[in-house]
């Protein structure tokens, strides 16, 4: 796998032991973007006056008022940064990664993303980092000599080098500009405690936190196998390494969670009830599942329209990714012509979906497990980053799609009866026995 090839390069030229002007462990913050861009294709993002309006049009005027009036003057000794993006049983947002956690907390404030025109189940304050970051001017710059190290290894080990100088620039200020925020926001706000999710990528936040003594925990997110360099590291960088900025403690939804992955620090598999849950009682109606993201809407939705004009009778439901929801009116645009492929956000829950599903089709996800899980068949189409799954691709109920003759014999094939814990039930006793001691590392 390529990673394999990455982790040697790591090695071989001492990146963990670069350093920035400003004292941080500069590789390990530029590490996942440049693995990105051999790995990833390139994706758009919306530019800095489209982003105004959409956080206005999300937020709203008034809604911001409030939100500043909160981020002023409340506080609570624990703060958690959720992504609310899951409905309830009375249509509000919550975060399911981090709900058996909050039940367990007793006073405490929840940060959130921006979500347009959404209740959620708790009071929550705006989280104004990425408002911050594209309208701050503040532009830090990685020194030319550890910028040509990089360039040069990565030639020498890949061929080419597909990043910049300015965009190691560019990934470190993010990064800067994310430690400036928080470094402000927790002084202001003053938590004895920090959760979080975000996918491994919130390295500007867990510095901050560290700066000023604050113990920091992460949750888990979605999936993550060796080749996701945001968890993955190589051998020998150990736990709580100095080399690495890594939160305090990673708890996870179950024992299975990092068993074959290098993580620089404690992980404790607490498990998840809404994970681990397999009851739903909906009756299967013929139809395809597709769970797209921003990385692999392109292949998915070509894959879903040629199945749909060779198989015009059956319909598919093409389940966007949160961080896909301001592109909607593009997939619109791309399905009109085609009546049997619905596009949806979040209106229905995913267990009723993978239930209702002859079949769910992805290339990489955490849908992947929950399917399974619920004793459901899957289709991994053999594109992008498909093969950190490989880990899955003997089961009974996966199949291996190249194209529309796979997922028509994969539809047509039936379902094994068969059921295997991905994810274990929370357990409360040993989540508060590791919750209640410091776990700071200093």
């Not at 510095?207 to 020998?236: K, N, V």
């Not at 009974?396 to 539809?411: F, M, Q, R, S, T």
Request: hydrophobic letters at 40%; one cysteine or more.
């Amino acid at each position: 796998m390529f990673v394999d090839g990455f982790f040697e390069m790591e090695k071989k030229h001492s990146f963990f032991d670069l350093k920035s002007e400003e004292g941080f462990p500069v590789w390990d913050i530029l590490r996942f973007s440049i693995y990105q861009k051999y790995t990833f294709p390139t994706v758009s993002h919306i530019g800095r006056n489209k982003l105004l309006l959409s956080f206005i049009y999300s937020v709203g005027l008034l809604r911001i008022f409030f939100s500043l009036f909160s981020f002023c003057f409340k506080k609570a000794p624990v703060i958690f940064f959720t992504y609310g993006r899951n409905i309830d049983e009375n249509g509000k947002l919550f975060d399911k990664c981090c709900e058996n956690i909050i039940r367990q907390t007793d006073r405490y404030l929840i940060v959130e993303r921006f979500r347009a025109l959404k209740k959620y189940r708790y009071p929550i304050e705006y989280n104004f980092v990425q408002f911050y970051k594209n309208f701050s001017r503040e532009k830090v710059k990685i020194s030319d000599e550890i910028a040509n190290k990089i360039i040069e290894a990565l030639i020498e080990s890949f061929g080419e080098s597909k990043v910049t100088k300015d965009e190691l620039d560019r990934i470190y200020t993010d990064f800067i500009k994310g430690y400036t925020y928080y470094r402000f926001f927790f002084r202001l706000k003053r938590p004895e405690k920090v959760y979080f999710i975000g996918n491994g990528l919130q390295k500007g936040m867990v510095a901050a936190a560290h700066s000023l003594g604050i113990q920091i925990e992460e949750i888990q997110h979605g999936m993550f196998e060796r080749d996701h360099l945001a968890y993955s590291y190589p051998s020998f960088i150990q736990k709580r390494d100095k080399a690495v900025i890594f939160p305090d403690v990673f708890y996870t939804m179950g024992a299975l969670w990092g068993a074959d992955v290098n993580i620089p620090t404690p992980i404790i598999p607490v498990g998840n009830d809404y994970f681990a849950n397999t009851s739903c009682d909906e009756t299967p109606d013929g139809s395809i599942l597709f769970i797209s993201s921003i990385i692999h809407e392109a292949d998915l939705s070509a894959l879903a329209i040629d199945f749909v004009q060779k198989n015009p009778s059956i319909s598919i439901n093409f389940k966007l990714h949160p961080n896909e929801f301001r592109d909607e009116k593009k997939y619109i645009k791309r399905f009109a012509a085609y009546p049997n492929i619905h596009l949806l956000r979040n209106e229905i829950t995913l267990p009723v979906l993978i239930a209702k599903a002859t079949i769910v089709v992805l290339i990489n996800s955490t849908v992947l497990y929950e399917t399974l899980n619920q004793g459901g068949k899957v289709a991994i189409y053999k594109k992008v980053n498909y093969e950190s799954q490989v880990g899955c691709f003997n089961h009974p109920n996966v199949y291996l799609l190249d194209g529309i003759d796979d997922l028509e014999k994969a539809y047509d094939a039936p379902k094994k009866d068969i059921k295997e814990a991905f994810f274990d039930k929370f357990d409360v006793e040993k989540f508060k026995s590791y919750a209640k001691s410091p776990h700071y590392r200093a």
